[in-house]
Nanobody, 127 residues
């Protein structure tokens, strides 16, 4: 069971990036997925999460209206589209997976609720 987060990079403030979370060794349609981030010197925080059905989503207030989470179960991938990026969005972004009943509408905004974690991808937003 492996998750790989990728798509990070350096972008100017106001720009956009799309992060991807790809799974190998299991199919994501039985998992809720969360995106978390950790900035230097700060604790890890929840950014967004999505149910296994894709029908329920959650966004932290700090990213609401700017970030969009989505999933393509056929591609075994979850995405985080980040628009209007700000310097304070600079962090290592991680995706995490939690097994759920198939097509569940439940989502999990807390990091302790997840069982599997990817290695993280660095997002740097310059001012």
């Amino acid at each position: 069971v492996q998750l790989q987060a990728y798509g990070g990079g350096l972008v100017q403030a106001g720009g956009s990036l799309r992060l991807s979370c790809a799974a190998s060794g299991f199919t994501l349609d039985h998992y809720a997925i969360g995106w978390f981030r950790q900035a230097p010197g700060k604790e890890r925080e929840g950014v967004s999460c999505i149910s296994s059905s894709g029908g329920s989503t959650y966004y932290a207030d700090s990213v609401k209206g700017r970030f969009t989470i989505s999933r393509d179960n056929a591609k075994n991938t979850v995405y985080l589209l980040m628009n209007s990026l700000k310097p304070e969005d600079t962090a290592v972004y991680y995706c995490a997976a939690r097994p759920t009943p198939y097509f569940s509408g439940s989502y999990y905004p807390n990091d302790y609720e997840y069982d599997y974690w990817g290695q993280g991808t660095l997002v740097t937003v310059s001012s």
